[in-house]
């Protein structure tokens, strides 16, 4: 899992409620167990004009323009700006999953649903949740950013050892994060890789095992 310190990008406002997990990736892409892939149907009913199928080339399909990320000013978002309750629905871990393959590394929202809130975290993506006043102006600037057609765009930067956000005109929210969380993230561990942190303690009682009770380990032989 690729770890998260610190994130510099341009933002794409997403500017709704209750976008659920189908919304995210739909059922019917959920055909693989590969962490990869699903970028290209990230948002599939609202990116494109026609229904997505499996294994389809989605670079041949047509795209809706009025979708924010088929806009050429948000090529390469890395940081999506939400509304409340982002990520409600069912609990398929594909829709992290989908957003970190298209390349988003963060998600700014007043509120997640509580499982795919989690699951962000055994992915690699940062969930941050900021209060509601602070969620409107940040959708304000970035308007103001697209009326002024600055070519960088809106960008923010996120600091997840000092759990703060901050704008380009430097004013910068903090943010909390369960310190397990912030510490697996910052270290780039899923719930393997915390496992593993203990891997010579296993090893050790392993060893012990053996020698108190060897005839668990001589079962088929």
Same mark, same amino acid.
């Not at 909390?176 to 993230?185: E, G, K, Q, S, T």
């Given at each position: 899992m690729r770890a998260f310190t610190q994130h510099q990008g341009l933002v794409a406002p997403m500017d709704r409620s209750n976008v659920d997990t189908d919304m995210?990736? +739909? /059922? &019917?892409? !959920? /055909? %693989?167990? /590969?962490?990869?892939?699903?970028? +290209?149907? !990230?948002?599939?009913? !609202?990116?494109? *004009?026609?229904?997505? /199928?499996?294994? &389809?080339?989605? %670079? &041949?399909? +047509? *795209?809706?323009?009025?979708? @924010?990320?088929?806009? +050429?000013?948000?090529?390469?978002?890395? @940081?999506? *700006?939400?509304?409340?309750n982002f990520g409600c629905g069912s609990s398929r871990e594909h829709a992290p999953w989908a957003l970190d393959d298209y390349g988003f590394r963060a998600i700014i929202a007043p509120s997640f649903a509580d499982i795919f809130y989690n699951n962000c975290f055994k992915n690699g993506l940062l969930p941050i949740v900021l209060e509601e006043k602070v969620v409107d102006q940040l959708f304000q600037e970035t308007e103001e950013t697209e009326e002024t057609e600055e070519t960088e765009g809106y960008q923010l930067a996120i600091d997840l050892e000092a759990q703060t956000v901050t704008t380009p005109s430097g004013e910068s929210f903090s943010f909390d994060v369960d310190n397990f969380r912030r510490h697996c993230l910052l270290n780039g561990l899923d719930d393997i890789g915390v496992t593993l942190e203990d891997a010579e303690l296993i090893k050790s009682y392993e060893a012990q095992r053996r020698q108190t009770a060897p005839w668990l380990f001589n079962a088929g032989q």
């Amino acid at each position: 899992m690729r770890a998260f310190t610190q994130h510099q990008g341009l933002v794409a406002p997403m500017d709704r409620s209750n976008v659920d997990t189908d919304m995210i990736i +739909p /059922k &019917q892409f !959920l /055909k %693989s167990i /590969k962490r990869t892939g699903f970028g +290209p149907n !990230l948002f599939d009913e !609202l990116r494109y *004009l026609d229904e997505g /199928k499996p294994d &389809q080339d989605s %670079s &041949q399909r +047509p *795209l809706n323009p009025d979708f @924010v990320l088929n806009q +050429p000013r948000y090529e390469g978002a890395s @940081v999506l *700006l939400a509304r409340s309750n982002f990520g409600c629905g069912s609990s398929r871990e594909h829709a992290p999953w989908a957003l970190d393959d298209y390349g988003f590394r963060a998600i700014i929202a007043p509120s997640f649903a509580d499982i795919f809130y989690n699951n962000c975290f055994k992915n690699g993506l940062l969930p941050i949740v900021l209060e509601e006043k602070v969620v409107d102006q940040l959708f304000q600037e970035t308007e103001e950013t697209e009326e002024t057609e600055e070519t960088e765009g809106y960008q923010l930067a996120i600091d997840l050892e000092a759990q703060t956000v901050t704008t380009p005109s430097g004013e910068s929210f903090s943010f909390d994060v369960d310190n397990f969380r912030r510490h697996c993230l910052l270290n780039g561990l899923d719930d393997i890789g915390v496992t593993l942190e203990d891997a010579e303690l296993i090893k050790s009682y392993e060893a012990q095992r053996r020698q108190t009770a060897p005839w668990l380990f001589n079962a088929g032989q």
